[in-house]
Every structure is written in C-alpha cells, then in structure tokens.
Nanobody
Framework: QVQLVESGGGLVQAGGSLRLSCAAS????????MGWFRQAPGKEREFVAA????????SYADSVKGRFTISRDNAKNTMYLQMNSLKPEDTAVYYC?????????????????WGQGTQVSVSS
C-alpha cells in the first residue's frame, strides 16, 4: 500500500508556473505507475498526465501537452508536475495517483491510491 501527499499548489497569474510534488510512502514506490488528475468546480475529474514506474514513458491530456511535464525521482519517492504557461482554465484541485503496474494509465478507475489534492488557482 502507498500513501500520497501533494504539495506546491497555490495562486498564480496566467502565464505563470507552478511545480506540484507528490511524496509517497512505502519502499515499493518504484513499482507503481503514477498519474495526475484534476477536478474543477462543477466538473468531473479529468486526466492530466501519467508516467510509468521507470519514468521512461509519459502521457498527457491534449489540453496540457507542451505546457506540463510529469517526472519522478524514485530515489526520493517523489513525483512532480511542472506546469508552465498556466491558464485560468487550469484552475482545479490536482490529485496525485498511484497504481501497480508496468504501464501508465489514463483512466481514474485504473488507480487504487489517491492523495488529498492540492488547489491550483490561475487568475486572468
């Protein structure tokens, strides 16, 4: 089992940047595929980005491709989401997720473990 804690959210102006971190407990972090999802008020939770256990493959939602970068440091049990060129429509609670498996996953149903979320607000 793994526990996830997000950090790094906040308020930023449009065009700005933030880096989210997800710290994971447990000694088997490197065996988990990881992902980021987000949920804006009144909307369903949506996929943002995912990364394989090794970090060799990644996947992004079209809405963030070219602006966001997902990465992980297995030695630190930490995953990151670098968010550049932020837009007001990126405003949401961002969730860190983990799933056992060698691939990456783009559907929320594939993930068994979720963090509590961190708020990202982008002003225009």
């Amino acid at each position: 089992q793994v526990q996830l804690v997000e950090s790094g959210g906040g308020l930023v102006q449009a065009g700005g940047s933030l880096r989210l971190s997800c710290a994971a407990s447990g000694r088997t972090f490197s065996t988990y595929a990881m992902g980021w999802f987000r949920q804006a008020p009144g909307k369903e939770r949506e996929f943002v980005a995912a990364i394989t256990w090794s970090g060799s493959r990644t996947s992004y939602a079209d809405s963030v491709k070219g602006r966001f970068t997902i990465s992980r440091d297995n030695a630190k049990n930490t995953m990151y989401l670098q968010m550049n060129s932020l837009k007001p429509e990126d405003t949401a609670v961002y969730y860190c997720t983990a799933a056992r498996g060698a691939s990456y996953y783009v559907t929320s149903a594939a993930y068994a473990y979720w963090g509590q979320g961190t708020q990202v607000s982008v002003s225009s």
